[in-house]
């Protein structure tokens, strides 16, 4: 492709403007912010700020018809489904945010557009591409800990950000907390693993943070159980009323057979424990074991990347593979049928909180 890389931008809100800058900032010799497009005014006339020489349009449709190579998507998690497949219908790759979909109908439905297409959808789950993240599937794979068993991760932070309209504090918009927050996490839990989950229990409420204030509120606290098979299962804690400056508002866990691996994010530090060998452990009692010497304590340390957006580490990288795959037509990493469990056992937890159910995936 001798010519720069015709980009379209399909919502021009915070997280729009951020893949704008991206590209300007860090790919700008290779492609160009050629179309924007916002339903919001205040929101496209921001976008026109930063790309004053693309066209604009208030109305997406009219963006696909433009001479665009791909285009990417910022919009609520409610309208993902039906501008991905339309872009793709308008021979486009597709880079949309997450979540993949607001319900498992549309998950698929897309999974099956982007399969039936020589373009392919890719879902914004960056941290795949965090040189921090990526670290991990590294060690997991390289077996240092041995076969995972048990996955875990807490996330104790403050209230979203306000969107336009408040429509992340509507479950019928955005899927619930779970599915707009914690996708990026459950996305991590099934690429560590590689497994699919089968069935998802959860539980949780609204219990202190009322923006809507009516039945469609979001929860702000929930406890979520992920089954994959006889052997490993999954565990999430979720509270969105932490207090500020709450330490280490998000940790990772994982336990094998032959070792734990945890994570200081805050330091950008990855823990590895090795499991005590079987001939090293005496018996005191029934009830009680102990080690004869203490473990190696392994620390790795991956160096942050400046230039992150938003706090979204491997926001840069995402865009270089996206350019690629515009290039070469390879299959991302990210592609929506590697990325949609990450989206569906959120979605099963919303269904086990409202029904009270184990939920199968």
Not at 107 to 126: L, R
Not at 235 to 255: K, N, S, V
Request: hydrophobic share 35%; charged share 30%; glycine share 8%.
């Amino acid at each position: 492709m001798g010519r720069k890389i015709k980009l379209g931008f399909i919502g021009t809100g915070m997280m729009g403007r951020n893949h704008i800058m991206a590209i300007q900032k860090h790919f700008s010799s290779e492609a160009e912010v050629s179309a924007i497009c916002d339903t919001n005014k205040e929101e496209l006339e921001k976008g026109k700020e930063l790309a004053p020489e693309a066209r604009s349009f208030s109305n997406w449709e009219d963006l696909l018809n433009e001479d665009l190579d791909g285009v990417i998507i910022s919009t609520p998690t409610y309208t993902h489904a039906e501008i991905s497949i339309a872009a793709l219908n308008a021979d486009k790759y597709v880079l949309s945010e997450k979540p993949v979909a607001i319900n498992r109908e549309e998950c698929w439905e897309m999974v099956k557009a982007s399969e039936k297409s020589n373009k392919s959808i890719m879902i914004g789950h960056e941290l795949r591409y965090s040189q921090y993240w990526a670290k991990i599937k590294e060690i997991v794979d390289s077996g240092l800990i041995g076969t995972p068993h048990l996955i875990w991760w807490k996330e104790f932070r403050g209230r979203f950000l306000p969107k336009i309209d408040n429509w992340i504090q509507d479950r019928r918009k955005s899927g619930g907390a779970l599915v707009d927050k914690n996708c990026h996490h459950f996305d991590l839990m099934n690429w560590y693993l590689n497994k699919k989950p089968t069935s998802v229990a959860a539980f949780g409420d609204t219990n202190v943070i009322r923006v809507i204030k009516n039945e469609n509120e979001v929860e702000d606290n929930a406890v979520v159980i992920v089954e994959y098979d006889k052997e490993t299962r999954g565990a999430l804690l979720l509270c969105m009323f932490a207090p500020i400056g709450f330490p280490e508002p998000l940790e990772f866990g994982i336990f094998g057979d032959k070792g734990f691996l945890g994570t200081i994010v805050s330091e950008n530090k990855i823990i590895v424990i090795p499991r005590e060998r079987e001939e090293d452990v005496e018996e005191v009692d029934r009830r009680f074991r102990y080690k004869k010497e203490a473990n190696d304590t392994i620390t790795y340390f991956v160096a942050p990347v400046k230039g992150d957006y938003g706090g979204h580490t491997g926001f840069i990288e995402e865009h270089r593979e996206f350019l690629e795959v515009i290039k070469t037509g390879k299959k991302p990493l990210t592609e929506v049928k590697e990325c949609v469990y990450g989206t569906l056992i959120p979605l099963c937890a919303e269904e086990s909180i409202e029904r009270k159910e184990v939920i199968k995936i």
